[in-house]
């Protein structure tokens, strides 16, 4: 009696693990086997677990890259201005070196047409040589170890959310299959709610010296040179998103106005010699950095500037050339003095 209801119960077991893992398998809905199974929609909402799995198995020929600043791009927007197939490769508060291993994955994948790359400056002063995918990651959807998938497969959450998720955004919700990542719906912009994310230092530290960033800076470049001139076929399209005041004043309080603006320098003369990028500066429009009511707190603003950063760089406008970009980023110097002499002013 006991070895039969033993025998039961490791067939019975048995049997809904495999259902269980077929379930996943045929949903997949962090995309790490297949791309979406029509008429499912390719629901996108958790960078970290789906990020890798688009690179690895959509159909795609160009790729955005870039922090949370770029998630609130639609990928249609970039299709209709360049004609193009587009996914975005996200990190949070992603550095150089992450979204190099993204870039080297899509290229590893696939032949690239461009590569839009919205550059952060803060992210050309992180560790070149950081390891990533870390353990902040879930590592059994990044290592090609079949033997791990076990985490993917009986996920009780994957089950039971992340499966019923996909199919409500599908049939219920008509899901933007270009809104990947976007968050902007969920939250308030305006002066008051940026303010309110700012903590402004009390007081003014001095500036870091050179040999206190040029070093990283410089290996940072050296990541996206690199990158560009290993893929000459493939159109890098590199734009500086804009940044609030309310940043800049940080950079000057914080004593890193120097460093950010070496960063900008630096990477806008390396990669203005390589003949298969085209440069875009939006850093520098007082129209969008002094309005705050385009923000949410010192850095991210609407979806809007996105979208006219794109029908910008489609225009051709913005671009920074070989001759202009001293002008430019000096332009950028006296906006910042600017801020802090009569436009800060009015909300301190």
């Known amino acids: 009696m006991y070895r039969k209801f033993l025998k039961n119960f490791t067939i019975t077991a048995a049997i809904l693990f495999i259902a269980a893992a077929a379930l996943v ?3 997949d809905p962090f995309f790490h086997y297949h791309g979406p199974a029509a008429p499912l929609k390719a629901v996108l909402t958790k960078k970290e677990y789906q990020g890798i799995g688009t690179i ?27 004609d193009a197939t587009t996914i975005k490769a996200i990190k949070s508060s992603g550095i ?3 979204l190099d291993y993204y870039l080297t994955q899509a290229f590893e994948e696939r032949e690239i047409k461009n590569i839009f790359y919205s550059l952060d400056l803060f992210a050309l002063g992180g560790d ?39 199919l409500a955004e599908t049939f219920l ?9 976007n968050w902007a719906q969920y939250k308030t912009f305006g002066t008051q709610e940026a303010l309110s994310h700012y903590d402004r230092p009390a007081e003014i ?31 890098f399209y590199f734009f500086y998103p804009p940044y609030s005041l309310l940043w800049w004043d940080n950079m000057t309080r914080s004593g890193e106005l120097n460093q950010v603006l070496y960063a900008a320098q630096a990477s806008a003369q390396a990669l203005l010699s390589c003949d298969n990028v085209k440069l875009y500066y939006f850093q520098n429009d007082p129209d969008i950095i002094y309005n705050l009511d385009l923000y949410m707190d010192p850095i991210h603003f609407t979806a809007d500037i996105n979208h006219y950063m794109v029908t910008q ?6 671009r920074l050339t070989p001759q202009n970009y001293l002008s430019e980023l000096q332009k950028m110097r006296e906006l910042v003095q600017e801020m802090e002499e009569s436009e800060i002013g009015k909300y301190y």
Request: negative net charge; glycine residues 2%.
């Open 56 to 82: 690895r198995n959509f159909n795609y020929d160009s790729l955005l890259v870039g922090s949370s600043t770029a998630e609130n791009f639609n990928n249609k927007w970039f299709d209709e201005a360049f």
């Open 173 to 181: 919700d008509d899901y933007d299959e270009g809104a990947s990542y």
């Open 128 to 166: 070149p040589e950081a390891e990533f995918p870390d353990d902040s990651m879930p590592l059994y959807l990044y290592d090609k170890n079949p033997f791990n998938d076990i985490n993917y497969l009986l996920n009780k959450d994957v089950i039971f959310e992340d499966i019923p998720y996909m």
């Open 25 to 27: 398998l045929f949903f």
């Open 313 to 318: 760089m489609q225009q051709d406008n913005y």
């Open 205 to 235: 530290i001095p500036m870091k010296t050179e040999d206190q960033y040029k070093a990283v800076i410089d290996a940072n470049v050296d990541l996206l040179i690199k990158q560009v001139n290993a893929y000459p076929e493939t159109t």
């Open 96 to 98: 150089t070196a992450q």
